[in-house]
């Protein structure tokens, strides 16, 4: 079961709890996605203060399908990891039901965002540092571009400091 997300089921169809949400990073500052793109600390604040001026949200969708909304994120928003969201699957959307079930079976945990490069710098190795984006939605996932960015997944910063210590351990035994 994934922490923040309770499905009960009622003759055989899963039915969402109110009030249970899902929550994780959309992405991770700092990390290089499968494109060769990583997000840095501040790219979002700008849209998410542009869309809170309007009164306008960051839409849930799935996978990335703009005809297939399954959710409402109720809270968006940067911290010192990345851009985290906590939102409600909507128990009156079929699709929604199936990704509670998906979830829950450990099928699919994925989270990705869909936005507009505003301001971006290229490395020597063609690789973007995102400085500025406009975020338009963030979308459960079957594969998300950044593998790390997953629903429940609020330790992924204490899982890369945890790979640091295994990395620099190898190292050191490999030196002696």
């Known amino acids: 079961m994934v922490p923040g997300l309770e499905v009960k089921f009622a003759g055989g169809a899963p039915i969402l ?43 849930m969708l799935w996978q990335h399908d703009p005809t297939r909304p399954i959710g409402v994120w109720d809270e968006v928003r940067e911290d010192e990891r990345g851009l985290w969201v906590k939102g409600r699957l909507l128990p009156d959307v079929a699709q929604a039901r ?3 079930a998906l979830i829950q079976a450990g099928a699919i945990d994925g989270l990705s965002i869909g936005y507009r490069t ?16 406009e975020l338009w939605e963030v979308s459960l996932v079957t594969f998300p571009m950044l593998p790390e960015a997953k629903v429940g997944r609020k330790e992924a910063d204490e899982l890369r400091e945890i790979a640091a210590l295994f990395i620099a351990a190898s190292e050191v035994l490999r030196t002696e």
């Open 17 to 59: 709890s109110e009030g249970h949400v899902i929550e994780g990073y959309a992405s991770l500052f700092g990390m290089t996605d499968q494109g060769g793109d990583a997000v840095l600390p501040g790219a979002f604040a700008a849209s998410l203060k542009r869309l809170t001026g309007k009164g306008d949200k960051v839409r």
């Open 98 to 100: 199936e990704a509670a």
């Open 118 to 133: 505003i301001r971006a710098e290229r490395d020597q190795k063609g690789r973007r540092a995102l400085t500025e984006v």
